[in-house]
């Protein structure tokens, strides 16, 4: 959520934060938090960090009727809730505003006037935990002790929840569900339905259209509003700046790499320009490609463990910055200096500025990703013809229509708009307008696959190059936004680029030597602490890029003489001449490996494992049958040796596709431990359950 906002505002805020946390217990005391605790709420603290976290004052000092609050991690959450503010503000002329839901307390919850309404549009993350930014608010509302005022009730609180998760998880969509629950058991009036989207279906943005019809009537008729036709407001402003010359932004993140100054931490909003130290080919394809790329990170100063993430900040391609530009009819201005400013006290500036159409197009909005029903109906008041504005409001009024002509041949904006103006340029969208339409570029993340054991100043990723021909009569190809950029730049470190090329060098040449900004996520997918636990690894495709990192990490342990115990690795993709990754590195640590490991396991006397005995390797090539093999396939055939490993103490890891292996992978076990320890499969599902709760089941899917 908070990712995507790279203003100075925010890096202030950052600093305050940085030094309030250096500072705590002097400036703003857990103590004191605690102690406001124990005496109820509604003592205001006279601090002025409380002031500026106080939800009420926040309402009332920028005359505001509506807050929406976001619990994001990904930014989608985020964008939901600025969509909110944006048509309650144009449908009803309500004064709203968006936070940070990090940013407030909400020990006043009690006193928000009822003639105020909050939003939450509350993601739920992982095993059904909150996002990151969510945290501390979520502690608070499920705090047992905490009393809001004399009755404990939240009476006269106005609200609604719209939650985003995937119903592949387990505890889908936990966070907004229990959230609507807790208020309403509190006493709130919830003025319209709880709604969710379903990211694991496909159909968020779907599931949030049809929530926020429903939600806007029973909203508009509760609080008796009076509905206008919807006319664009612009929060930012677009003005063309006297800054020229070293001052303007092309790109940079931050005012310390404009002056050229590398200083970490490294962050979202300040990514360490990594030199791509190797970048190798994996697939053997004509028309596929899978990217092994090296960053060196020795001179960072960066640290990253074993089974973390790598957070990768791209931008878009020449051709794609071209389109968008032309179809807005913007080319001419591509250079032109702008200064960006804000119209509502609580907006923020969404990149650093002065800074030109260029850079914003090309760093920040994520302009090759989904088009919505909704702003197909926003923008249309803009259309170059009366024609184009038909076509536009029609298509954003009709799903099916919607999904054949524009979602299901994955047109980017750039693409549905020329389709609908017949290549006529919309000249009359005001920048502000996609400024606050287009969602902005957030990083992409990837499972490191390398183990920082064996390698802690060089990070390796493991990555399949997205391209997506829909349609195969059009030449219309929808390319992956990074994952194109770093075949663009292994392509440069080979001396021969292709078609869809990128700013490699970056803004004012700071990329160049091949660079690509990037930053460390660290993740809870770890490796038993022991490293005498056998492993068992289900990773097909990139999903094996943290098993890589395991095996690697094991190996580098055994060689420098510490014990450790057995891993199993099931492996899946097309074919064993095609995309089998990594084929030549994992014989080297199974050339020794016993074929009977369940005897060799049983044995009381056997001899110790060492880097070329620990590995066993389960493939699953799909096009290579009559009946598709998939690794829970593999995973069944070998239930007895699973069982005995788990029996032993093992960890079991997933890595890869959320959308149905992890799914049928965890199916599998569950089959698997119920047959072999004979017991039900309600009893064998508590089993897979208590191993989740014990981290003996890890899952890294995406
Ligand atoms: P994007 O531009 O983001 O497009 C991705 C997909 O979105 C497209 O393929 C398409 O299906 C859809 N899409 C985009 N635009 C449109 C449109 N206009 N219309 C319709 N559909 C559209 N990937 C790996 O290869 N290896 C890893 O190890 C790995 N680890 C990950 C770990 C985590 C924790 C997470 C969250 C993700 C991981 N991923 C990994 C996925 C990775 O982050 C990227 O999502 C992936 O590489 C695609 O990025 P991209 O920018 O190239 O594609």
Redesign the pocket.
Known sequence: GQLDVLDIAVLVLILLATGAYFTKGSLWAVEEKEDRYKNGFGNESSSLSADARNVVAALEENGKDVIIFYGSQTGTAEDYATRISKEASQKYGLATMTADIEDYDFENLDKVPSDKVIVFVMATYGEGEPTDNAVQFWEFINDEDVEFSEDSSLKNLKYVVFGLGNSTYEHYNLIGRSLDKKLQSLGAHRIGPYGEGDDGAGSMEEDYLAWKEELFPTWQKEEGLEEHEAVYEPVLEIVDSEDSGDSVFLGEFNKAQLQGVVKGPFSVSNPYAAPVAAAREMFNSPDRNCIHMEFDISDSGLKYNTGD?LALL?QNSDDEVTKFLKIFGLEDKRNSVIDVKTLDSTAKVPFPTPTTYDAVIRYHLEI????SRQLLSSIAPFAPSEDAKKTAMRLGSSKEEFASKI?QK???LAKALDVISEGVAWKNVPFSFIVESVNHLIP????ISSSSKENPSTIS????V?S?QADKESDYV?K?????YILDVKNGLDGKRKACTYQIEGPRNSLEGKKIPMFVRHSNFKLPSNPQKPIIMIGPG?GV?PFRAFVHERATLAAKGTPIGPALLFFGCRSSKEDFLYEEEWTQYSKDTPDDLIKYLEDEGRSPLTESSFLKLETAFSRETSQKVYVQHRLKEHAKLVNKLLKSGAFFYVCGDAQRMARDVQSTLIDIISEQRSISRSKAEDVVKNMRTQNLYQE?V?
Do not use: K, M, Q
């Open positions: 993430h791209a090759n990703g989904h088009v979602a994955y047109y980017n992409r993340y990837y499972s990723i493991t990555a399949v997205e997506i929808l992956g936004v990074a994952t194109n990139t890029a890294d995406w």
